[in-house]
């Protein structure tokens, strides 16, 4: 198996962005674990009316329904022509761009189907991981043991989140009413909560026990990914992932790690 990092964190904590830039900087394949989770939903509520929250909601908590799905579901990691990792959902190509795949209307549906899907997910990335040396961005590590992966938890603190969220969603937070502040930031804390007691996301408090290292995500985009990149190098030598000229077109040599595939 080729070398894998997980980059976990909270939600709006920028993981996925800095995990892709990572990616992009290693030479490695970038895998958004939280998009294909994102895409199976939309698949699971496609025919229904997306403001019939109700009714989605009944599809969603029917077992019967939700077990003929994921049983049927093919999640398939590939090499493109031009040496670049995809993922197919059902024979369909993932767009992680796609904007439909990060309305806040998704967020509490996801975690209906995040538990479910899990065993997929596991097959999934290990098949990727068999393909190329890659990045998966996550809110949970699903998949790797801790001599399998390097992992790291992005954690900028809360009003790093709430500033990124209210851009993603349009506004700055400071331009935003006091009450819509308030609101935004019960919104992300009390959905994280959600998903840290389901079990779909990790917490801050019990990364360590599960070999995950803090990083401090400032908000400076350049400034963390070069800290970030820095720390991954001095991880993955530390595994005896060596690098010679990184990247997948014949950089990567093994040295004392697992042997690529």
């Known amino acids: 198996m080729n070398p894998v990092i997980i980059i976990a964190g909270y939600a709006a904590s920028g993981k996925t962005t800095l995990a892709r830039r990572l990616a992009n900087d290693l030479g490695f394949a970038f895998v958004d674990l939280g998009s294909i989770i994102r895409r199976v939903t939309i698949d699971c509520i496609k025919n229904e009316d997306y403001q019939n929250e109700a ?3 009944r599809r969603l908590a029917d077992k019967n329904f939700i077990v003929d799905y994921i049983n049927q579901l093919t999640l398939t990691p590939l090499i ?11 024979g369909t190509r993932l767009d992680i761009e796609n904007h439909q795949l990060r309305q806040g209307f998704l967020d509490d549906k996801t975690l209906l189907l995040a538990k479910e899907i899990r065993p997929k997910l596991i097959l999934f990335q290990r098949e990727a991981a068999r393909l190329t040396p890659v990045v998966f961005s996550a809110r949970n590590d699903v998949a790797f043991e801790k001599d399998e992966s390097i992992r790291i938890f992005i954690d900028p603190g809360i009003s790093v989140r709430v500033r990124r969220r209210a851009l993603f969603e349009g506004t700055a937070f400071f331009d935003l009413p006091k009450d819509q502040r308030r609101d935004l930031l019960n919104r992300i804390v009390g959905k994280e909560w959600e998903s840290i007691d389901s079990g779909v996301a990790l917490h801050k408090k019990s990364v360590a026990e599960r070999g995950f290292i803090l990083f401090d995500n400032k908000g400076d985009i350049e400034e963390s990914l070069g800290e970030l ?5 001095n991880l993955l030598e530390t595994k005896g992932w060596l690098f010679n000229n990184m990247g997948r077109e014949g950089g990567y040599c093994p040295g004392r790690g697992p042997e690529r595939i």
């Open 55 to 57: 009714e989605i909601f």
């Open 80 to 90: 493109a022509d031009d040496g670049n990792l995809i993922v197919e959902v059902n």
């Open 229 to 233: 990149t820095i720390m991954a190098k």
